[in-house]
C-alpha cells in the first residue's frame, strides 16, 4: 500500500524552527514530485513549498520565501520542510503529497497530488 507519513510538527515559539518530514511507504519518492500544503482551522488547504523528482527545482509561496526550505534525501526517501523564523500565522496542519514526476509542474493546486500523508501539526505560540 502507498502511503505517505509526516513527521516533525510540535509547538514552537514564534522565531523558532521546526523540520518536517515526509517519508514514503511502500514506493520510492525519486519518480514523484512533491509538495507540502498547510490548513489552518476554517480556512481552506494551501500549498507552501514543491520540489521536483530530481530535487533541482522548487518553489515556495510568497508568505514562506526566506523562512522555508524544502529538501530531498533519495538514499532516505524522504522529503523535509526546514521552517525558520515561524510566526503564528505558520500554525496549522501540514501535510506532504506526492505527484508522479512527469506531472510534476510546481503546482501549489491540491487536486493534482495523487497521495497524502495525515498530516503533522505545527503550532506557534508564545
Known amino acids: 500500500q502507498l502511503r505517505l507519513v509526516e513527521s516533525g510538527g510540535g509547538l514552537v515559539q514564534p522565531g523558532g524552527s521546526l523540520r518536517l518530514s515526509c517519508a514514503a511507504r511502500g514506493f520510492t519518492l525519486d519518480y514523484y514530485g512533491i509538495g507540502w500544503f498547510r490548513q489552518a482551522p476554517g480556512k481552506e488547504r494551501e500549498g507552501v513549498s514543491t520540489?521536483?523528482?530530481?530535487?533541482?527545482?522548487?518553489n515556495y509561496v510568497d508568505s514562506v520565501k526566506g523562512r522555508f526550505t524544502i529538501s530531498r534525501d533519495h538514499a532516505k526517501n524522504a522529503v523535509y520542510l526546514q521552517m525558520n523564523s515561524l510566526k503564528p500565522e505558520d500554525t496549522a496542519l501540514y501535510y506532504c503529497?506526492?505527484?508522479?514526476?512527469?506531472?510534476?509542474?510546481?503546482?501549489?493546486?491540491?487536486?493534482?497530488?495523487?497521495?497524502w500523508g495525515q498530516g503533522t501539526q505545527v503550532t506557534v505560540s508564545s
Open positions: 503529497a506526492a505527484i508522479p514526476h512527469v506531472y510534476y509542474s510546481g503546482s501549489f493546486s491540491p487536486g493534482e497530488y495523487d497521495y
Open positions: 520540489i521536483s523528482g530530481s530535487g533541482d527545482s522548487a
